[in-house]
């Protein structure tokens, strides 16, 4: 998905979104949720002037230098975490910022602050221990190459409708993408769309700690049918190489109709739907420095054996991440969304691609079990999803 880019000219988006004065009451106010309800997102500024936006900021460039490449893990220990890395290796977003490996423990703080629950309160209703924990990461600019995430939504369009790992290599086929089984997968889109908007039952931000235009997407396309030019957009090339109808539409580069850049200042944030087409697209040139962070009411306990994780939230099952909350109420909301997950069996299941590459150079990093000094021995012999 990523498309790492030379240019001699510095990239800007062809139209920006910024905040609108009329929706500075705080909260979920009947004009922020209709603006959401009708474009996709909303940009809020509950946190315009927040002590706690300097201090992140900070906090935020520090481990953004910290998990540049020629560091490996002298300054801080990432392979704690998960690190999205670009061309060269250059860190685009950061996961594992609780983790007390990463040493800057003030997200800790600011994700059980006062603020912050008080902010989740008004838009859910939900009291802090109420709350399951979900995830917490850092947007930021590789400093070496303009980089462009290909378009997408954050949900399954296609197919079962299931969510997916990042570790997984799905194999399905062309029906899977036929316009029929799409219509019905739709309507569910569109179902849930509404429940995000009357029920909340959670909220995610974007929190922006300095200047970000970063993140661009198609005002509107969460609420209705594609178009032609955006199925050619979404379609993966190996479904329209094995048949599935398509109209050729795009070249690759156009903006597309209803494109927007989401222009913050700090302190001001996104709410967005996922369901919009979107993209991230930072050049070196520009710092992005922004925070997504969110909590969701707890839904009670499951009767569902434990899955594995998601390679991206691996880390949070370190008990350690745990012990570094300071609240026992985020150890509850800790405890509840870790009885959901188990530690996979493989390098893909808890790392990426930077840290497995270490593990087989020799560095017994991670998780440090019998499965990394194993791996870490064997080097590139060690095969692709290679248990014990």
């Not at 899955?307 to 609240?327: C, E, G, I, K």
């Amino acid at each position: 998905m990523d498309n790492n880019q030379a240019s001699t000219e510095v990239y800007r988006a062809p139209a920006f979104a910024d905040f609108k004065p009329e929706l500075s009451a705080p909260g979920p106010t009947p004009e922020r949720l209709e603006h959401l309800r009708e474009h996709g997102f909303v940009i809020i500024n509950d946190f315009v002037g927040n002590p706690w936006i300097p201090i992140l900021r900070e906090a935020g460039r520090r481990v953004t230098q910290a998990c540049a490449p020629e560091n490996v893990y002298d300054v801080i220990d990432c392979s704690k975490g998960y690190v999205h890395r670009a061309g060269e290796n250059e860190p685009w977003a950061i996961r594992g910022l609780i983790h007390p490996a990463f040493k800057e423990p003030v997200f800790t703080e600011f994700y059980g602050s006062p603020d912050f629950t008080g902010f989740v309160e008004s838009w859910t209703g939900a009291k802090p221990e109420d709350l399951v924990m979900t995830n917490i990461l850092l947007w930021c600019n590789p400093r070496k190459k303009e980089n462009r995430l290909g378009w997408h939504r954050d949900t399954t369009w296609w197919g079962t409708g299931e969510s997916y790992f990042s570790q997984e290599s799905r194999q399905e086929g062309p029906e899977a993408y036929s316009e029929a089984v799409e219509r019905i997968r739709w309507k569910e889109i569109q179902e849930e769309n509404e429940k995000r908007i009357t029920e909340r039952n959670g909220v995610s931000m974007f929190l922006a700690l300095t200047d970000d235009e970063c993140h661009e997407l198609v005002q509107g396309s969460h609420s209705r049918w594609r178009t032609p030019l955006e199925h050619d957009v979404l379609l993966p090339q190996s479904m329209k190489d094995q048949g599935v109808p398509y109209t050729p539409s795009w070249n690759g580069t156009d903006p597309l109709p209803g494109q927007v850049a989401i222009r913050l200042k700090p302190g001001q944030a996104l709410i967005r739907n996922g369901v919009t087409i979107h993209t991230g697209h930072c050049v070196p040139e520009r710092e992005r420095n922004t925070l997504s962070i969110g909590w969701s009411k707890w839904g009670g306990p499951s009767d569902e054996e434990p899955a594995v994780s998601d390679a991206r939230f691996a880390w949070m099952l370190d008990p350690a991440v745990r012990d570094a909350l300071p609240h026992e109420w985020m150890k509850t909301a800790w405890d509840r969304w870790a009885a959901r997950y188990k530690l996979g069996e493989t390098l893909e299941d808890r790392y990426a691609g930077f840290d497995i590459q270490q593990i087989k150079s020799g560095k017994v990093v991670g998780w440090q079990t019998d499965l990394e000094r194993q791996a870490a021995a064997a080097g590139d012999k060690w095969e692709r999803y290679q248990k014990l």
